[in-house]
């Protein structure tokens, strides 16, 4: 690989920033990749661009959020909610991971620059992965000094048995509970169902809470599952 000096007017430079800004990518990249297409059409036609990849999955996170935001949701959610992010391909010789890595970076640069509908969102970088919460959330994980919140949740199993467990992102894990992949108990016993959740400031007071709640005889979840004291 070699440096190129390149001299664009001020007008052209205007151009490629907001482009660029929109995709999500440095100018630098919107550049290479635009060349590419229009000077390398087989290798354009074979491999998909990070850059139109990361323009697919911002706008598909924008139209996630703007319908929480409208619905004032507060929500967790994971560039999962991306179904292009969720089904990333090899991309010019990357692994997906890589892939991935990048288009976060993305994400959370327009996040950090408050680009709306992002200024309604908070990042945070947990064990768990990049979480994001939109609306009141946002205002929440400031007041926590940019800790994410964790939460305690019980689930529904089909034998009517009760499962209690922690996580950053109750959706998600909830997905991964309904697929199979969540845990070995709720896989062999479904249809799962949410029953219960409720918040804690860190990891370590929700597993607290969540070790807790285990303890709990049945009628005391049930208790608070229907609003009561356990």
């Given at each position: 690989m070699f440096r190129v000096q390149f001299y664009p007017s001020e007008e052209?430079?205007?151009?490629?920033?907001?482009?660029?800004?929109?995709?999500?990518?440095?100018?630098?990249?919107?550049?290479t990749d635009f060349l590419e297409a229009q000077l390398l059409p087989e290798k354009a036609s074979s491999d998909?661009?990070?850059?139109q990849l990361t323009i697919e999955v911002l706008q598909e996170l924008k139209l996630f959020v703007e319908e929480k935001v409208h619905k004032k949701e507060q929500v967790q959610f994971?560039?999962?909610?991306?179904?292009?992010?969720?089904?990333?391909?090899?991309?010019?010789?990357?692994?997906?991971?890589?892939?991935?890595?990048s288009i976060g970076r993305s994400f959370r640069s327009q996040v950090e620059a408050?680009?709306?509908?992002?200024?309604?969102?908070?990042?945070?970088?947990?064990?768990?992965?990049?979480?994001?919460?939109?609306?009141?959330?946002?205002?929440?994980w400031r007041k926590r000094g940019?800790?994410?919140?964790?939460?305690?949740y019980m689930l529904r199993c089909g034998d009517g048995s009760l499962y209690t467990g922690s996580t950053t992102d109750v959706a998600r894990r909830l997905r991964e509970h309904q697929n199979g992949t969540g845990a070995k108990y709720t896989r062999t016993r479904p249809?799962?169902?949410?029953?219960?959740t409720e918040e804690a400031p860190d990891r370590s007071a929700a597993q607290r809470r969540e070790a807790a709640i285990k303890k709990l005889p049945r009628k005391r979840k049930l208790a608070l599952i229907e609003g009561g004291t356990p």
């Open positions: 052209l430079t205007k151009v490629l920033g907001e482009r660029a800004n929109k995709a999500g990518v440095s100018v630098s990249k919107y550049v998909v661009s990070i850059t994971s560039l999962d909610a991306s179904d292009t992010y969720r089904n990333i391909p090899m991309t010019a010789g990357l692994k997906p991971s890589a892939v991935r890595a408050g680009i709306p509908p992002f200024d309604h969102v908070c990042v945070a970088n947990t064990d768990q992965g990049m979480s994001c919460g939109s609306g009141d959330g946002m205002l929440k940019g800790r994410m919140a964790w939460y305690v249809p799962v169902t949410l029953a219960y």
